[in-house]
């Protein structure tokens, strides 16, 4: 089943809905810990889950044709006893060049207007489980807004499950070019949740710090990076051994804290937010994994002061 989303009359994202019931799941060789039913991009999900998402990020002011057996291996739709016919629809609606606007357009602002934003990430960064207009990416956008700062609606590039080095094959994948006024990356619970090792996510991360600088036209002061919040605490992690996810998780953002700051990044850290959720369940989304959208206002509200005071050129008011 394609989902198509228009408005003003372009497509807005294309996803891909697949009901996991009908075939069988494909695993990465180093994810022998997760549970069997993962997709595999598997930032932890439900295992009664029934249907497995994939996101085709906004893609403004391009038109290009797209390499369709690339970017369906790249997704890991071939290969997967796909129906004929809805292997040639999915085709039909991959190869029409694009032209589309970014995020969800959910400001009256013309999109001529304002700064632009591009989000990378994860799960957090698309909102998993939550309204489309509670992602936080958004919701900074509208709080900057409130303001006084013009930033326009966000473009993303982000699914759910995405380490590092998936994220760096997403953005090359994309075609993204250009700059933009503001660059937000917030990746690496899924490198955590599957084991791999730090130091390879040390060296993902620098890459993806060099790649959020180039579109923001090198300027530190345009790039924020976000902590890795603690799903430790969720419902979900109940029967795991939560101290030790909370220590792993540590680790991790002191990396990314670490060569954030050596590169001049600001560094916000989110994950003391996140571990309110053990004793506020109106912070945990439905699928009692992800934070829900009072959990994303809460690092907005924490972080959208000294991000207006960056992009106003005024950092030592942070």
Known sequence: MIILQRFTGYFADVGIIRNEKRRGLRMDSSAQSMPIRQPRFEFPVRESAETEVIYFPPHPDIHRRIDIPQLLNYHGIMGMNQSPVRTLLLCCVLVLPLSITGGENMSAMPESEGITYLALGDSYTIGEKVDQSHRWPVLLSEKLNSLGLPLRS?????????????????VEASGK??????????????????????????????????????????????????????????????????????????????????ETEKMGIRFFDVTGISRAASADSSLIASDGLHPSGAMYRLWVDQIAGDVLALLNGRPDEQ
């Open 154 to 170: 966000p473009e993303i590039i982000a699914v759910t499950g995405w380490t590092t080095d998936e994220l760096l094959a997403g």
């Open 177 to 258: 070019k250009g700059t933009y006024g503001l660059v937000s990356l917030l990746i690496g619970v899924n490198n955590q949740y599957r084991g791999r090792p730090i130091d390879e996510f040390r060296r993902d991360f620098r890459k993806l710090l060099r790649v959020s600088l180039r579109f923001a036209g090198d300027s530190q002061t345009r790039v924020i990076v976000l902590s890795i919040p603690d799903w430790g605490v969720m419902p979900f992690a109940e029967s795991r051994d939560r101290q030790k996810i909370a220590g792993e998780i540590d680790r991790f953002n002191e990396v990314k804290r670490e």
